[in-house]
């Protein structure tokens, strides 16, 4: 595994390990929690390592056949899945800053014109989700009240917002970020993604960048911005 920070790898290896552990291989663990969250009552991390974890209700467990009796394999997790017809939503691509990395960010000096964004800039947002589609808005996920927002100008014009947020009650940052259609390709996203995660940086916390795995686009800004994959994670089909 890359050098990321113990942050990034005990809230991961501590968010899955809740509840009483029915597998705990080197390649694969499962354990079962009753107090997940109703859109995250089954979720699966795959790391770069090649392990994967599974934490999951104990009535899905019991509806797949996992009691913990019997040793599980990460095909008979699959297996046991598709048995009971259980289906999942579809896997994001977790980011994160090697230390080295992060290091790097927090003494670069940032460029372009970036700034942060206050109640003061409503108009200017307002402006710039009526020239954004519905479906970008509703992939980006930014929003002037989250904990911090950047936004990069062009000629006067905010062409491009990334906003931040806790993840998971854990001292890391997950984001959003969007630019408009017409002002994409010219290093907006890549500038203020690094904005944006160097202000987390320098407020303790760890940033985080997730998107689709299916999204190419995304998954190529990451690396861009200075971030190494760290790995999957999905969750249940609603």
């Not at 990321?4 to 809230?11: K, L, Q, Y």
């Not at 970020?177 to 407020?203: D, S, W």
Request: aromatic letters at 12%.
């Amino acid at each position: 595994m890359p050098d990321f920070s113990p942050i990034v790898t005990d809230f991961w290896r501590t968010y899955f390990r809740r509840g009483t552990v029915l597998h705990d291989g080197a390649d694969f663990q499962l354990a079962a929690y009753p107090d997940l969250d109703d859109d995250g009552q089954l979720m699966v991390l795959r790391t770069v390592d090649g392990k994967a974890s599974v934490s999951l209700v104990p009535e899905l467990a019991e509806r797949a056949g996992f009691d913990g009796a019997q040793s599980i394999s990460e095909e008979d997790f699959w297996a046991g899945l598709d048995t009971a017809g259980i289906s999942m939503h579809g896997a994001d691509n977790l980011f994160y800053f090697t230390d080295d990395a992060r290091e790097a960010l927090v003494a670069t000096a940032p460029t372009g014109d970036i700034r942060q964004l206050t109640a003061d800039d409503e108009a200017i947002f307002k402006a710039f989700e009526s020239a954004a589609s519905e479906q970008d808005l509703d992939d980006a996920q930014v929003e002037l009240d989250h904990w911090a927002v950047f936004g990069s100008f062009d000629n006067g014009r905010l062409v491009a917002v990334s906003s931040i947020y806790p993840w998971e009650d854990a001292a890391i940052m997950d984001l959003g970020v969007l630019t408009l259609p017409i002002f994409r390709g010219k290093g907006h996203a890549r500038r203020l993604v690094r904005a944006v995660f160097r202000y987390a940086c320098a407020q303790g916390y760890e940033p985080q960048y997730r998107c689709q795995v299916t999204n190419t686009a995304s998954s190529a800004l990451a690396p861009a911005a200075g971030l190494t994959l760290f790995g999957t994670f999905d969750v249940i089909a609603g």
